[in-house]
Each structure stands twice: as structure tokens, then as C-alpha cells.
């Protein structure tokens, strides 16, 4: 398998990956076309964005992220790895990712719910008054008695 410009171990990673996938370069139809978007001159001139296509998925992946042909090399097979394991119904490094944050996000609405009552819900069931017993600042209209106001808990 053909170096790209990162790190042995991401070349190690992506190769295990492939491997472990059964994913092969010979499966696999590359191309080069020409980038748009930032990046001026050099990406309008050279033909830095990468073209994949898994032949026997028919999985597709274009990749320009980066000003470097040997850069989007790598991060268009790394999609495509991430795109067939979720074709074979696999967790990924993203879902496992999206998982995390609904569980934190439940967590927090639940500690939210008992902190404060339960607040979801029609307004007809929330109470309405709630007794304030704080006293005023002015001593004048300070009568002893607890007030009332309106709002939502």
C-alpha cells in the first residue's frame, strides 16, 4: 500500500482498516480532478481533488479538503472506509461519537427535571401562582402577609 503525507500510524490505522474491511486497491478506481472552492491559484491549476469509487459496493467519494493531492489520498479512503462499514451495518467512530452526546444530553435533562420539576407539558397542568415569602426592600410596604405573583416555575 502506497504512503500518503501523515503520520506511520494513520498509514498503519487506514491499512488495518482496509484490511479488516476487505477492501482492496485494486477494488478501488482512483482519479484526479480539478478542486474548486478556497484555495486560489494552486487548487484552480492542479488536480488535487481525489475521485473513489469501491467497485464492488459502487460506493463513491470525492474528496478536496485539503491543497495537497497525497492529503485528500487519504481522507477519501478514509471516508470510504467509513462509508462501507456503514453500509455493513457497523458502528462507527461517528455514531459511537453520537451516541455519547445523547446520553450526556439525557443526563442533563434529567437532572434538569429534578432540579426543577417537570416543565414539558401543557400549560393547563402548570401552577400558575406561586407564593413568594421574600421581604420587600422598602419597610413601608412590607405588611407581613407573603405575596403572590404570576410566572412559571
Not at 494552486?42 to 459496493?57: A, D, E, F, Q, W
Request: glycine fraction near 6%; aromatic fraction near 6%.
Amino acid at each position: 500500500m502506497v504512503l500518503y503525507a501523515v503520520s506511520e500510524e494513520k498509514n498503519r490505522w487506514l491499512r488495518e482498516k482496509m484490511e479488516a474491511l476487505g477492501i482492496r486497491e485494486k477494488d478501488i478506481e482512483e482519479r484526479f480532478v480539478r478542486s474548486s472552492g478556497s484555495g486560489g491559484q494552486k487548487v484552480n491549476k492542479t488536480s488535487t481533488c481525489v475521485y473513489l469509487k469501491h467497485i464492488p459496493t459502487g460506493i463513491e467519494v470525492k474528496c478536496m479538503k485539503e491543497r495537497s493531492q497525497s492529503l485528500n489520498r487519504f481522507l477519501a479512503r478514509r471516508e470510504l472506509v467509513t462509508r462501507v462499514e456503514k453500509q455493513l451495518g457497523r458502528l462507527t467512530n461517528e455514531d459511537s461519537m453520537i451516541g455519547k452526546a445523547r446520553q450526556r444530553k439525557s443526563k442533563r435533562k434529567k437532572r434538569a427535571r429534578l432540579k426543577y420539576g417537570k416543565v414539558d407539558g401543557p400549560a393547563d397542568q402548570r401552577p400558575e401562582e406561586v407564593t413568594d415569602t421574600r421581604r420587600s426592600c422598602a419597610p413601608e410596604r412590607y405588611s407581613g402577609q407573603a405575596r403572590t405573583q404570576s410566572f412559571f416555575v
